[in-house]
């Protein structure tokens, strides 16, 4: 079974903070995504990450897929109480690239 | 309306009723798929349907039976539920059948089992 960690699990921090997620598997991915769910909302997709080591930059976000493709993190720098959410992963996997999601990180950034 | 619409948003029911879950996605993708959400539970993929077929099907129990009647609306119908399939279920569609990426979300049904 493919299963993808995600840690912290809870995180609450100040604005102005930098903070990393993780997502962490044993199986290797395809590409990876990741997504933000608001409350009362459904996930919108961030970013796709497909190659081995591949960086992307999103205004204050940075993802980063592992060389390996089993693992990316998400860096947020000066976090804002927009930041607040859901922050989940997902692996495309198999030969249809089906979704694997992660545990999600629920993120509380205080004013 | 744009991107997915699902309704209604709340729903709540008893055991013995029976209630359809409606979705509805403007974006001229050809897959859509059901997913739910519980608390301290990663996204189960409930349902898929490509071009109108069903072509996954994870297990399910019988008392969720989806319904896909054209590539822009897909429904779930609910009967005789339990109280432990109380969650968020979101509804997604992606342009491409063939493969799950890039998936686009509805708000969800926060639904209520009492």
């Known amino acids: 079974t493919q299963l993808l960690e995600q840690s912290p699990q809870f995180l609450s921090i100040q604005e102005g903070e930098n903070l990393t997620v993780y997502c962490n598997s044993s199986s290797v991915f395809s590409s990876l995504q990741w997504y933000r769910q608001e409350p009362g909302e459904g996930p919108v997709l961030l970013v796709t990450?497909?190659?081995?080591?591949e960086v992307k930059k999103l205004k204050r976000l940075t993802f980063q897929f592992g060389d390996a493709r089993k693992d990316s993190s998400l860096h947020i720098t000066a976090a804002q109480p927009g930041d607040t959410g859901l922050y989940l992963c997902a692996g495309a996997a198999g030969a249809t690239n089906k979704l694997i999601f992660g545990t999600g990180t629920l993120l509380a950034v205080q004013p | 309306e744009t991107g997915v619409t699902q309704t209604p948003r709340h729903l709540v029911m008893g055991m013995t009723n029976k209630k359809s879950l409606k979705c509805e996605q403007h974006?001229?993708?050809?897959?859509m798929y059901w997913y739910k959400q519980s608390a301290k539970k990663p996204l189960e993929l409930m349902f898929v349907?490509?071009?109108?077929?069903?072509?996954e099907n994870n297990s399910v129990p019988s008392r969720f039976s989806p319904e896909c009647p054209n590539s822009s609306h897909l429904f779930l119908h609910l009967h005789t539920l339990q109280p432990e399939d109380s969650a968020l279920y979101l509804c997604?569609?992606?342009?491409?059948?063939?493969?799950?990426?890039?998936?686009?979300f509805g708000p969800g049904t926060r639904l209520t089992v009492l």
């Open positions: 997604a569609s992606s342009p491409d059948g063939g493969t799950y990426n890039e998936q686009f």
């Open positions: 974006l001229g993708h050809n897959a």
């Open positions: 990450v497909v190659t081995g080591g």
């Open positions: 349907y490509s071009l109108e077929e069903r072509v």
